[in-house]
């Protein structure tokens, strides 16, 4: 992943990509260490969290906030083990 990251920054990977969609990693990023280390190769925050967001396969398509980003994926994995679903639909009283 830290090459992943690496390659990314330094432009080498961009001239690869073949399509406008996310890419569809196996497993989530650490989103923290991602920033930093994007940070660190001189991205700027906005960069580097959009960034983050699209290794994690969210479409960019607005400016993301690290944690924004944290809290999709964490939806996202309720989803993926069944424990939240599209028809829960709003808390009853």
């Keep these: 992943m830290h090459a992943a990251a690496?390659?990314?920054a330094s432009?080498?990977?961009i001239g690869h990509m073949t399509s406008t969609e996310p890419a569809m990693p196996t497993a989530e990023p650490a989103t923290r260490s991602t920033y930093r280390t994007l940070l660190l190769k001189g991205?700027?925050?906005e960069e580097a969290s959009n960034l983050t967001a699209f290794l994690c396969g969210?479409?960019?398509g607005q400016d993301w906030k690290l944690k924004e980003i944290n809290q999709l994926l964490f939806l996202r994995?309720?989803?993926r083990t069944g424990r939240f679903a599209e028809i829960d639909g709003p808390p009853t009283h």
Excluded: H, M, R, T
């Design 6 to 8: 690496s390659a990314v």
């Design 11 to 13: 432009g080498s990977f």
């Design 43 to 45: 991205l700027a925050p």
């Design 58 to 60: 969210i479409p960019v």
């Design 77 to 79: 994995e309720l989803n």
